[in-house]
């Protein structure tokens, strides 16, 4: 391709040498001028440099030689001379060698590339040099910015950094090899295309470009036409408790039996039987893909599917070394589910395996990779891949939830993270301990979230011991065992809650006023402290947890134990011997 800068000479020489002349321009230089230039190789490659004579502006072009019109800009990120071209891909002002009757790169044995190297480097070392110019500008820019922009701006420069070093398969599913990129060109634009693509019942409001002509942004709107969209019913995994195609949450402490819900969920799915509360399975017998992240597989979760009566045969896991990458040459990359990146994939394997119906993660903290649930700018991104990967497969998800500590009456705001992940699910249920029993095995599964249904009734469960035998070996594992129907919610459990802890407060209150009263003449005997104290209806932990509050002390005394408001006992009085004669009456 021929240059398309051609530098006006008569507006910079003194003398009328013709613009077409064989030779080179530069005084004292009698060397024949390159093709479709006006300097020999020498001389062009030292003007960027030394000369610094650069055409107006509507001699130039973009990086890779391609004419830009006055004040346009090109798709490369901007206008450049051929002096400013050369600036950055030859600073130094090279020669290249002859290689037969092509130049050899200044800085490789390769051939040199006539339009993105402007016939001094190959097209490798050009792209390189354009990206260390990059980068050297993007850090001049950050290095202005505030601290808070800064963190951010630093975070996408290595994340294009990242990108400019990938060497591998085209992430748009093509196959393709491809290297500085994630993905090809053909790719993108297939993307592209589909993106503004009606589909049936879509209605294309608006579309043009916005801001600069040059930058080539073209915005969309669509809108749904209501009178084409048919209504649905909803289908339900687990009817009024689990739908089909959605996210679902299981919430609740450590300890009541979260992970043993979803086991007992799995086995129903697995087998095609009915769900606890006597709702029909409709789906029957359907694949079901776990993620146990914080369980031994061997020791807990399948020895808990067993106990359940779950079929294995349609039960497979997702492990911390499922997702596999091997890009080229590099090391094969092992690692676990990423909701950040893995939508898509997860999409293809689903549609691939259509017997998959439910996918269970426990817990979902582990599978956001570098994205912070708590921040809703972060999980939304997730939640919406997340969203469409539901929607677009119909499979179920189930992810289970730790509580945060805080003390609230309303159990949405029990669910962890940010706004966002109580958003994506159309159902959410808690569980929780039984407070109308003593057993800490007691438990009950109350409703946080019913977008789809008006029934909110929840489920009294137990978790009992149980065995299972396998090739000779008997396993002890726990499994849940169903009681009957509530008409608690998750809200109307966590009034009662609180209820209680108000009034433990208050008997508190009352136990730590007894010991200021009991222990300010001095320590007592513990044994003595608690007769007295559960006398008044004073539990002994009700004792230990006031005597904490006050700062008082378990003193020990040889084997006894007394208790006071300071560390110590009181140094006991010496006894006062007298001596007597004989002849002295007593």
């Known amino acids: 391709m021929t240059n398309p800068k051609k530098i006006d000479l008569a507006a910079l020489l003194d003398d009328d040498a013709p613009t077409n002349s064989p030779f080179c321009f530069e005084l004292e230089c009698d060397n024949f001028a390159q093709p479709d230039d006006e300097f020999c190789a020498e001389h062009t490659g030292k003007q960027a440099v030394e000369a610094r004579r650069l055409p107006g502006p509507e001699k130039r072009s973009d990086r890779r030689g391609q004419p830009v019109e006055e004040g346009?800009?090109?798709?490369?990120?901007?206008?450049?001379?051929?002096?400013?071209?050369?600036?950055?891909?030859?600073?130094?002002?090279?020669?290249?060698?002859?290689?037969?009757?092509?130049?050899?790169?200044?800085?490789?044995?390769?051939?040199?590339?006539?339009?993105?190297?402007?016939?001094?480097?190959?097209?490798?070392?050009?792209?390189?040099?354009?990206?260390?110019?990059?980068?050297?500008?993007?850090?001049?820019?950050?290095?202005?910015?505030?601290?808070?922009?800064?963190?951010?701006?630093?975070?996408?420069?290595?994340?294009?950094?990242?990108?400019?070093?990938?060497?591998?398969?085209?992430?748009g599913g093509c196959g393709k090899m491809i290297s500085g990129e994630y993905t090809c060109h053909d790719c993108r634009t297939k993307k592209q295309r589909e993106a503004l693509t009606l589909k049936p019942g879509e209605v294309e409001l608006y579309r043009g470009n916005v801001g600069n002509a040059e930058d080539k942004i073209v915005k969309q709107i669509v809108v749904k036409d209501a009178s084409k969209i048919e209504p649905?019913?909803?289908?339900?995994?687990?009817?009024?408790?689990?739908?089909?195609?959605?996210?679902?949450?299981?919430?609740?402490?450590?300890?009541?039996?979260?992970?043993?819900?979803?086991?007992?969920?799995?086995?129903?799915?697995?087998?095609?039987?009915?769900?606890?509360?006597?709702?029909?399975?409709?789906?029957?017998?359907?694949?079901?893909?776990?993620?146990?992240?914080?369980?031994?597989?061997?020791?807990?979760?399948?020895?808990?599917?067993?106990?359940?009566?779950?079929?294995?045969?349609?039960?497979?896991?997702?492990?911390?070394?499922?997702?596999?990458?091997?890009?080229?040459?590099?090391?094969?990359?092992?690692?676990?589910?990423?909701?950040?990146?893995d939508c898509d994939v997860l999409l293809q394997t689903i549609k691939a395996n259509p017997d998959v119906k439910l996918i269970i993660i426990d817990p979902i903290t582990g599978v956001f990779g570098n994205k912070n649930i708590n921040k809703n700018e972060e999980a939304n991104v997730v939640f919406e891949q997340v969203i469409d990967l539901c929607e677009a497969s119909g499979i179920t998800f189930l992810g289970i939830l730790h509580v945060p500590k805080r003390t609230t009456n309303s159990a949405v705001e029990k669910i962890a993270g940010g706004t966002a992940v109580a958003g994506s699910a159309k159902s959410a249920f808690m569980l929780s301990r039984d407070l109308d029993s003593d057993d800490d095995h007691d438990h009950v599964m109350t409703m946080v979230k019913w977008n789809y249904t008006g029934k909110t009734t929840g489920l009294k469960y137990r978790t009992v011991p149980?065995?299972?035998?396998?090739?000779?070996?008997?396993?002890?594992?726990?499994?849940?065992?169903?009681?009957?129907?509530?008409?608690?919610?998750?809200?109307?459990?966590?009034?009662?809650?609180?209820?209680?802890?108000?009034?433990?407060?208050?008997?508190?209150?009352?136990?730590?006023?007894?010991?200021?009263?009991?222990?300010?003449?001095?320590?007592?005997?513990?044994?003595?402290?608690?007769?007295?104290?559960?006398?008044?209806?004073?539990?002994?932990?009700?004792?230990?947890?006031?005597?904490?509050?006050?700062?008082?002390?378990?003193?020990?005394?040889?084997?006894?134990?007394?208790?006071?408001?300071?560390?110590?006992?009181?140094?006991?009085?010496?006894?006062?011997?007298?001596?007597?004669?004989?002849?002295?009456?007593?």
């Open 72 to 171: 346009g800009r090109a798709m490369s990120g901007g206008k450049y001379t051929r002096a400013e071209v050369m600036a950055v891909i030859n600073p130094e002002g090279k020669v290249p060698e002859k290689k037969g009757k092509l130049n050899k790169c200044i800085y490789c044995s390769n051939y040199t590339d006539s339009v993105y190297g402007l016939d001094f480097t190959c097209f490798h070392h050009a792209e390189e040099k354009w990206r260390e110019h990059d980068r050297k500008k993007v850090r001049a820019a950050i290095s202005k910015q505030p601290a808070n922009k800064r963190k951010t701006m630093q975070s996408a420069m290595r994340e294009r950094i990242d990108e400019e070093q990938y060497n591998g398969q085209c992430h």
């Open 232 to 341: 649905d019913d909803t289908t339900w995994l687990w009817k009024d408790r689990i739908p089909e195609g959605a996210i679902t949450w299981c919430l609740g402490q450590p300890n009541n039996g979260k992970s043993l819900l979803t086991v007992a969920v799995a086995a129903c799915a697995s087998t095609g039987g009915d769900y606890p509360d006597g709702a029909k399975n409709t789906m029957g017998a359907v694949k079901v893909l776990m993620y146990a992240g914080e369980d031994s597989l061997s020791k807990i979760t399948v020895p808990r599917l067993m106990a359940a009566g779950a079929d294995l045969t349609k039960i497979s896991f997702l492990d911390r070394k499922s997702f596999r990458t091997i890009a080229g040459d590099n090391e094969p990359e092992k690692r676990a589910l990423d909701l950040s990146q």
């Open 466 to 586: 149980a065995t299972v035998e396998h090739k000779g070996r008997k396993f002890e594992i726990a499994k849940i065992e169903w009681g009957e129907e509530i008409k608690d919610k998750a809200d109307d459990i966590l009034v009662k809650q609180n209820s209680k802890k108000d009034d433990r407060d208050r008997q508190a209150d009352k136990c730590e006023a007894f010991l200021m009263t009991l222990l300010a003449k001095g320590p007592v005997r513990s044994p003595d402290v608690y007769s007295a104290a559960e006398q008044l209806g004073f539990g002994s932990s009700t004792v230990k947890r006031a005597l904490k509050s006050i700062d008082g002390h378990h003193i020990p005394d040889g084997k006894k134990f007394w208790m006071g408001l300071v560390a110590t006992l009181p140094e006991a009085e010496p006894e006062v011997f007298m001596s007597v004669s004989a002849s002295e009456g007593l």
